[in-house]
């Protein structure tokens, strides 16, 4: 009796570490696709990637052939499981994608809602988005307007919607500096540009009182924060450091 409670201690002991080895090969499976994706995957390479989302659980791609739109990527949990859904409609708003499986996915506004047979899977905000552009434009795109912020979109549900955009606005000039509007300030600073990253450093800033409503103060803070700028419907967005925010800009006209 002994030695079969010995034997059955062991066994429990060798589950546990079988468990406990398992969870830490599928945490570093996982990690495989924690980054955006840059190009169209597997079955689709040669594929033209329109944009590509991730979420907590989701990094998916949409790609295009011809006439033919797919939503494809990976289930982090399930990263064997290759997502191929056909998008049925697209507009500036709202992206819809059903596969073979029953399973459907919508994109808008930065959230993504998976169903299956009309039964909510997922519903997560979009904490990363990629859109492939031209790097040899992008420079002249960012440098040919003066841009006016509408909105900072924080992750965490905060939204901050300006009521005067052209009371907040920046200006990339061709020669690395940028000029600014901070509702009853100004400053001017720098920026670098390689691609899709940006930095903004900002330098003399005046430093009168605005309003108690203004977000003068952190208007020119998240401005420093900003990593990964692109475009979208004519409009320009920053995403903010650490995964916290976008700022979302509107050309002024």
């Not at 434009?137 to 006016?148: A, D, F, G």
């Not at 909105?151 to 965490?156: K, S, V």
Request: proline share 3%.
């Amino acid at each position: 009796m002994r030695c079969l409670n010995v034997l059955f201690i062991l066994s429990i002991a060798l589950v546990n570490e079988l468990q406990i080895n398992n969870k830490s090969s599928f945490k570093s499976a996982s990690q495989l696709y924690t980054q955006a994706i840059n190009n169209c995957p597997r079955e689709f390479t040669g594929w033209v990637l329109i944009k590509s989302f991730e979420t907590k659980s989701y990094t998916l791609a949409l790609c295009q052939k011809g006439d033919f739109v797919y939503l494809v990527g990976h289930e982090k949990q399930q990263h064997e499981a290759f997502i191929t859904a056909s998008v049925i409609s697209q507009n500036d708003d709202l992206i819809i994608a059903q596969d073979n499986y029953g399973f459907s996915f919508e994109i808008s506004d930065r959230e993504l809602k998976v169903t299956k047979n009309e039964r909510l899977i997922a519903q997560e905000k979009i904490f990363n988005l990629y859109i492939k552009q031209d790097e040899n434009n992008s420079e002249s795109n960012l440098t040919s307007v003066v841009w006016q912020l509408q909105q900072i979109r924080y992750n965490n549900d905060e939204l901050i919607e300006v009521d005067n955009p052209s009371n907040y606005t920046i200006e990339f000039l061709p020669d690395g500096q940028v000029q600014i509007k901070a509702d009853c300030n100004r400053a001017r600073g720098t920026y670098t540009q390689k691609g899709s990253s940006i930095s903004i450093k900002i330098g003399p800033t005046t430093r009168a009182m605005c309003p108690p409503e203004s977000i003068s103060e952190r208007y020119l803070k998240e401005l420093q924060s900003a990593v990964i700028f692109f475009f979208q419907d004519g409009n320009l967005y920053f995403d903010l450091k650490f995964d916290t925010g976008t700022m979302k800009f509107i050309p002024d006209n």
